[in-house]
């Protein structure tokens, strides 16, 4: 066994020499070794626009005051407060392999500050361009169509054809979008049909010496992200700025490796390419932007509320509990994408001659749209969320967890941009998946006694409630409120964006006070 385990040890002690060598004589004679089974094609540059750029201050590349980059890659590093931030330092997030803008928009909704960070983002396609018309500004740049490697010039992208009917890519029904620059020679001599992976699309463009274009674009004092995806490429990218000495520039890196894929390099090669990049201080997180989650998000996005706020975690929280002997009553806003009516209601409840106490739930697009005006409702009343914006009926809660829990995440991220506190939320429905979730993010579940107009198969049709008078709709709706809450009292919800409400609201607080025999209180005390 000793024999054994010495003879291994020499054996891949020798393999290690020789490449060693192998190496050694390459950088010493400047050869550039090229992969094979891979294309690079270096002819004069194609009829297209090179758009890349670099950011208007200068100093780029400059070492002045470097940071610290000790555990980097690890969630424990991200600059959470501008405060932390030294004067004249950027949060940069670099976007590798961009696709169809699914890591900028997982990026700006979620990760904590996101909305501060100058985003580059990088692809070979450049029919995925559309998919950034909506991300213009000063701190989004799109370098599209840009081969990312080790050299600058230009190359050969292969990408993948438009969707048809029967259309099979790697024996599955997907649309990547995108492409690769790393191909084997069938997908290579498969000009039609572009092999299994469907790479029938193909134009030379512009190349960047990737690891080179970081260090003259960024500066080392700056809080760098790396996301890299780019379907093998990065080993060669990689292997250049250990070279460089460029991770000296980076502070995070998410990434996949793809060594599956016809790189060139051999199994080995790739292993040690990895290693040396986790000998340089490298935790590779996981960033899957279609999955919508990266490594470190339950890290990130970890809270702790104070023990005082009023409601179990876990439950869910549908009635209020009694004052004495007095059943409580509570009023809540489901405030919808419409500021119009929901200003109008809220004032039409603010001129009452008592003062209501009222609880507002939220979209995150909403408080995106009209932050002023909810860092003015929260100095009044309790603010709560929705989720990050309406879908039609039915279809929020049919999406899979992770869609839920960033959707979750993305309307808390818009209420702590305003330095709110985020307790409370009110999803379109409830069933356990929607629990779970919403117990990781350590919210109090809240589903109404009674909404008004109903949700859901109880519905109000035409002939019962649409098809009569205004003033027949009122005592309708009061009393299938009243019956919501019967005796028990419990927590009566008002959608916003029904504009009836308005008028019923003020007739619901004249019942309330005089005629229902319930206490009205706000949430807090309803939940104690």
Known sequence: MAHRFFKNRVFTAFMAAMFGLFIGYRLANNAEYVPQNIVFVRDELPNVVNIYRSPADGNHGERVNPVSRTNRGLGNTQPDNKSNLSSGRRKIFLDCGSNVASSVALFRETYPHGKDYILHSFDIDERLRPFYGYYKGDKQFLHCPVALTDYDGNTTAYSETAWYPGKQTLGMDVQWGGGTICVDDREKDNIRGGGRRKLSHRRVIPSI?????????????????????????????????????????IDKFYGEYH???????????????????????????????????????????????????PGQIGRTLKSCTSLGRNTLVTIVIEVGMNSKRALKLLKT???????????????????????????????????????????????????????????????????????????????????????????????????????????????????????????????????????????????????????????????????????????????MECLR
Do not use: C
Request: hydrophobic share 40%.
């Open 209 to 249: 010496d990737f690891s080179m274009w970081v260090q003259n674009n960024t500066r080392k004092e700056d809080y760098v992200i790396l996301k890299m995806d780019i379907e093998g490429a990065e080993y060669r990218i990689l292997s250049k700025m250990l070279k460089d000495g460029t991770f000296d520039w």
């Open 259 to 309: 060594n599956w894929e016809p790189t060139g390099h051999s199994k080995l090669e790739k292993y040690w390419i990895e290693r040396d990049v986790s000998n340089a201080g490298f935790q590779v997180l996981d960033w899957t932007a279609e999955k919508r989650t990266y490594g470190d998000f339950d890290i990130l996005h970890d809270k702790k509320f104070p023990i005082e706020v």
């Open 349 to 523: 409840i603010e001129a009452y001659p008592l003062n209501i106490p009222l609880a507002l739930f939220v979209y995150g697009d909403f408080v995106e749209t009209f932050p002023d005006l909810v860092r003015e409702w929260s100095t009044r009343y309790t603010v709560g969320i929705r989720t990050d914006t309406p879908l039609p009926p039915g279809h929020w809660e049919m999406q899979y967890e992770n869609a839920l829990h960033v959707s979750i995440v993305s309307a808390e991220r818009r209420l702590i941009e305003l330095g709110l506190g985020v307790y409370y939320i009110i999803p379109p429905s409830i069933n356990s998946i929607i629990s779970r979730v919403v117990a990781k993010r350590q919210l109090r579940l809240i589903q109404p006694t009674v909404t008004f107009p109903p949700k859901g198969p109880n519905n109000m049709d035409f002939k019962e409630y649409h098809g009569v008078r205004d003033v027949e709709k009122v005592p309708k709706a009061l009393r299938w409120i009243h019956q919501g809450i019967g005796k028990a009292g419990g927590i009566i919800s008002l959608d916003s964006d029904f504009p009836d409400n308005s008028v019923i609201a003020v007739f619901l607080l004249d019942y309330l006070f005089e005629t229902s025999g319930h206490a009205l209180s706000d949430l």
